[in-house]
T-cell receptor, first 119, second 113 residues
Framework: AQTVTQSQPEMSVQEAETVTLSCTYDTSESDYYLFWYKQPPSRQMILVIRQEAYKQQNATENRFSVNFQKAAKSFSLKISDSQLGDAAMYFCAYRSGEPRGSTLGRLYFGRGTQLTVWP | DTEVTQTPKHLVMGMTNKKSLKCEQHMGHRAMYWYKQKAKKPPELMFVYSYEKLSINESVPSRFSPECPNSSLLNLHLHALQPEDSALYLC????????????FGPGTRLTVT
């Protein structure tokens, strides 16, 4: 089964600084998708960024970018110019690109990293 | 429009009550999901519907009963719940099971007394 590991239960960053959240995963598949979701205290899970495994280029969405290292099975999220509104729980997630049987429809989540942003 | 709505936002119910959670999306998505989430934990998958048919039931107790009356609507019927069922219940949808993006609703905070 696919596993996703977030080794940092908590992180903190000063406003306007940069922070990197770590995620590693274990899979034998070659085709898959990776995601970072943000869940602020308002509770809604918001998709921050996605990465297709077949793409070598790292995904970027405004202040959010990833460092995707396929061989190392690493998928870290970099938040630049951190803002108070970035404070949230961040979940890394994996989805098979060739889903079948028990993997159809499944997102495999890490345990999350709680990010605090200090003014 | 990438909106998934859920009602109610909060629900308090006794162990003998019957209540329902509702989820709605108008994005034309054909797969819908129920998740249970405890505080500071990742969401746990409960049920998956694809084209209005139940595709996955993660061995959820029968006191939780899902229903998908049409492609836009997903219900979760609750009966004889236990205090440990108190959690945030999240609904999500995606274009299909094999398509990768799931969009989540804001959740229903359930408290069982």
């Amino acid at each position: 089964a696919q596993t996703v590991t977030q080794s940092q239960p908590e992180m903190s960053v000063q406003e306007a600084e940069t922070v990197t959240l770590s995620c590693t995963y274990d899979t034998s598949e070659s085709d898959y998708y990776l995601f970072w979701y943000k869940q602020p205290p308002s509770r809604q899970m918001i998709l921050v960024i996605r990465q297709e495994a077949y793409k070598q280029q790292n995904a970027t969405e405004n202040r959010f970018s990833v460092n995707f290292q396929k061989a190392a099975k690493s998928f870290s999220l970099k938040i630049s110019d951190s803002q108070l509104g970035d404070a949230a729980m961040y979940f890394c997630a994996y989805r098979s690109g060739e889903p079948r049987g028990s993997t159809l429809g499944r997102l495999y989540f890490g345990r999350g990293t709680q990010l605090t942003v200090w003014p | 429009d990438t909106e998934v709505t859920q009602t109610p936002k909060h629900l308090v119910m006794g162990m003998t009550n019957k209540k329902s959670l509702k989820c709605e999306q108008h994005m034309g998505h054909r797969a819908m999901y129920w998740y249970k989430q405890k505080a500071k934990k990742p969401p746990e998958l409960m049920f998956v519907y694809s084209y209005e048919k139940l595709s996955i039931n993660e061995s959820v107790p029968s006191r939780f009963s899902p229903e998908c009356p049409n492609s836009s609507l997903l219900n979760l019927h609750l009966h004889a719940l236990q205090p440990e069922d108190s959690a945030l219940y999240l609904c999500a949808s995606s274009q299909g099971l094999a398509v990768y993006e799931q969009y989540f609703g804001p959740g229903t905070r359930l408290t069982v007394t």
